[in-house]
């Protein structure tokens, strides 16, 4: 019984909260990525999956909409085989991957009606930068796109939960290595193909900011009628 009105009490605070926001929000959090595969010109590569970690500093102008600045880390291993390669077979080259976004775009926001939960997406734009294993910073730069989509859960003004499925990627290029020397013997000839990566992520909604105001529609403003007139019989 006790845990009950415990649970009850829990709730009417979140809907009482009525989808408090703070102006400005950190949010740090982490997820799974799946692995992708590069095909180059004899060779393919591929990026297991793994966990990432990262946070982001979201101002928001409204309760709609926001700006985002986003960074996201994985350290996976990265593994280059010959065409023809069989499931089980070694790699021809191999290294411990890392792959640094460092991104920012638009959030929008829709909060849902009397309730702490608040639906979003967003894209990103920026560069993504590898490193060949984690104590060396040789690292090559790429153009780099993002897009999200998730739920804000909100406990209070300056605390919430983030449940996010995201979108990273990097445009294909013309020159470099990925992780280094991970790619055909000799270099590349033509282009380079992009990484694309999806994952789930879990975060933390720290507000720091002023709260922001509830949106009110305007109300519809009605003329008063004048007061009757007074008639006097004699």
């Not at 013309?174 to 991970?182: A, C, I, L, R």
């Not at 900011?209 to 009110?216: D, M, N, S, V």
Request: proline share 8%; with cysteine; glycine share 14%.
């Amino acid at each position: 019984m006790k845990k009950l009105v415990l649970l009850s009490g829990l709730l009417c605070c979140m809907i009482g909260a009525g989808m408090a926001q703070s102006s400005v929000e950190f949010i740090p959090q982490g997820g799974y990525t799946f692995a992708d595969q590069l095909n180059f010109n004899s060779t393919f590569g591929r990026i297991d999956a793994g966990f990432n970690y990262g946070g982001s500093f979201q101002f928001n102008f409204n309760r709609h909409i926001g700006v985002e600045f986003l960074y996201n880390r994985m350290q996976v291993p990265a593994k280059l085989y010959n065409y023809g390669a069989l499931p089980g077979d070694m790699p021809i080259y191999q290294t411990s991957a890392g792959i640094n976004y460092i991104m920012a775009g638009p959030v929008s926001s829709f909060p849902l009606p009397g309730s702490p939960v608040s639906l979003f997406f967003g894209a990103d734009l920026g560069a993504a930068i590898f490193t060949p294993s984690p104590n060396s910073f040789s690292s090559n730069a790429a153009f780099a796109y993002g897009f999200q989509a998730g739920t804000n859960i909100y406990v209070d003004p300056r605390f919430g939960i983030r449940l996010s499925a995201r979108l990273l990627g990097t445009a294909p290029t013309s020159s470099g290595y990925y992780f280094g020397g991970w790619g055909d013997s000799g270099g590349f000839y033509g282009t380079n193909p992009g990484i694309v990566q999806f994952g789930f992520n879990v975060g933390f909604i720290i507000g720091l900011g002023k709260t922001l105001p509830a949106y009110q529609q305007p109300q519809r403003r009605y003329r008063t009628p004048p007061p009757p007139r007074k008639y006097y019989y004699y």
